[in-house]
């Protein structure tokens, strides 16, 4: 199974997700655009499983890194991505009865306790952890609620990317600090410029041990926090939430 870091820094389940959403207009050209980008992998640290058939549930072997290199190194690559802050939303079971999750929680909060002191404090990872095993099961619990509020949070912290496109038929500037590409429009192809109002800045990173069932749940809680802020620059909203009920 793929599981945790490389020495290069590289997890496994690596994946980037981009949400966009622009205004629809008769002419199909947006005006503005918004994009919100999140981050999910395997945890990085040291470790795998075996697989097996007859056991679904496989013993997990965590070999030990003292300086927590291939950790610092996938971070280090976060950063030159996406930016600071980096903020890990970390999923996995604090306690059971046979430690499984919980050895890599404990060892997960560790390595980034180490990393962080060798940062400045603007720098440093945010690490936040629910055991979103346990509140699941908890009556009354609305595990939902308690994801969008975070995500809520992290949003305040990273923003979104917000650009204005204009359509024009003359050459870019290319000292004026703008983007640009090239628009069809009627089988013709037409210079469009872009204008960032809003630029995200740093990512959320979610993990639990396989990045599928509580990650899913965890991302989408973020995307509809991340459409509420979308929606509402795009002027379509009066409040940058989305009630959960609607």
Known sequence: ??????????????????????????????????SVVQHRGSIPLVWFQETSRLNIRPEITLKSDVDYKATRLHFE????????????????????????????????????????????DDKRLKFLHMDLSKL??????????????????????????????????????????QGSCDIKINDDFCAATMVPLLLQKGVLRTNCIDCLDRTNVAQFAYGLAALGRQLHVLKLTEEPKIDLHD
């Open 77 to 120: 690559n976060l950063v030159l991505r996406y930016g600071n802050p980096i903020v890990i939303l970390n999923l996995i079971k604090t306690r059971e009865k046979k430690p499984r999750e919980s050895l890599l929680r404990a060892e997960f909060a560790k390595a980034i306790h180490y990393i962080n002191k060798g940062l400045p």
């Open 1 to 34: 199974m793929k599981r945790g870091v490389n020495e290069k820094g590289r997890v496994a389940n690596d994946v980037e997700t981009e949400q966009i959403v622009f205004e629809d207009t008769p002419d199909d050209i947006p005006s503005q655009i918004t």
């Open 136 to 177: 699941s099961r908890r009556k009354g619990t609305n595990v939902l609620g308690l994801l969008n509020k975070v995500a809520s949070d992290v949003l305040e912290l990273t923003d979104l990317l917000h650009c204005e496109i204009t359509i024009s038929s003359k050459p870019l500037d290319a000292s004026s600090g």
